[in-house]
């Protein structure tokens, strides 16, 4: 198992960014895939951005293509998502997820670990 805990998240107007961190710890960080996803009130969870085990292969939602950014530092066991452009419907609680399956999967299923969350709130 791994413990994730996620920061930076906050209220920034639209069209602004944040970067959100991921800070893992237990076991080995470089064996497990890493997500996030993220929750808006009243819906269901839904991906965002995957990277794989290795970090050369990334995953996207159509929604966030072209304006986030998935990485990893697995030397310091920390993952980021880069977000920039962004939109009200980007509001919701932002969770990092871990997979020991390797790849950079979009199904929620796939993820074992998950961290508290942290809210991103986008103002209009």
């Known amino acids: 198992q791994v413990q994730l805990v996620e920061s930076g998240g906050g209220l920034v107007q639209a069209g602004g960014s944040l970067r959100l961190s991921c800070a893992a710890s237990?076991?080995?960080?470089?064996?497990?895939?890493m997500s996030w996803f993220r929750q808006a009130p009243g819906k269901h969870r839904e991906f965002v951005a995957a990277?794989?085990?290795?970090?050369?292969?990334?995953n996207y939602a159509e929604s966030v293509k072209g304006r986030f950014t998935i990485s990893r530092d697995s030397a310091n066991n920390r993952m980021y998502l880069q977000m920039n452009s962004l939109k009200p419907e980007d509001t919701g609680v932002y969770y990092c997820?871990?997979?020991?399956?390797?790849?950079?999967?979009?199904?929620?299923?796939?993820?074992?670990?998950w961290g508290q969350g942290t809210q991103v709130t986008v103002s209009s």
């Open positions: 237990g076991r080995p960080f470089s064996f497990y895939a």
């Open positions: 997820a871990a997979s020991r399956l390797g790849r950079a999967t979009v199904r929620a299923y796939d993820y074992r670990d």
């Open positions: 990277i794989t085990s290795s970090g050369g292969g990334t």
